[in-house]
């Protein structure tokens, strides 16, 4: 496995483009983008439209939200995250969860040439570990290895539909499931008369 991760790029995972704000926006105008393009972040730009610092949900309810101020006087260049943490679109998605891990953040901004390239976050990076676990469980397989299991049938690691943790994943319609998606599913196909 740490073969497959050390060929995964951050460059074949991570979020492109990004979406930016400029620093005198305010965390009302931050909020509508993050609502409207369906991200959890933004990039902070400074006069000449560099990257300066970045802005997540969780500074949104942590810096004003929590501190009752108005979402549409508090500027971002007040708010963001700064200086802004940075990886190359070539290293390995292992060296930024390394990196994510060693400073306690989620987002490292990719930069190349200078420039703003992408996002990559541990959720970009959790998208592709589900197939990398298929290859290893093949590769298992073709060597005559078992696939390490539980007593129960249950397998720890990802859901394949939530994206969270579980030592609880079952195999549904090739997909394992934590029982959370699992209850929602049979909840969906009760609906439907299945």
Request: proline share 4%.
């Amino acid at each position: 496995m740490r073969e497959l991760t050390d060929e995964v790029l951050v460059k074949e995972v991570m979020s492109s483009p990004v979406i930016e704000a400029e620093e005198y926006e305010t965390a009302e105008d931050a909020a509508k983008k993050m609502m409207k393009y369906g991200v959890g972040a933004i990039i902070v730009t400074g006069q000449r439209g560099e990257p300066v610092g970045i802005v997540t949900k969780t500074d949104l309810v942590n810096k004003v939200i929590a501190k009752n101020l108005k979402p549409n006087e508090v500027k971002l260049k007040d708010i963001m995250s700064s200086p802004l943490q940075t990886i190359d679109p070539d290293a390995k998605i292992e060296e930024a969860l390394r990196k994510m891990n060693k400073l306690k953040v989620n987002r490292l901004a990719v930069i190349y040439k200078n420039r703003l390239a992408g996002l990559v976050s541990i959720k970009d990076i959790l998208r592709v570990t589900p197939e990398i676990l298929e290859i290893v469980k093949e590769n298992m397989k073709i060597m005559g290895v078992s696939f390490p299991r539980s007593r129960e049938g249950y397998m720890e690691g990802y859901c394949d539909n939530c994206g969270e943790w579980s030592d609880m994943l079952l195999n549904v319609e090739g997909r394992y499931l934590c029982e959370d998606c699992r209850l929602e599913l049979l909840r969906e196909k009760r609906k439907e008369g299945r």
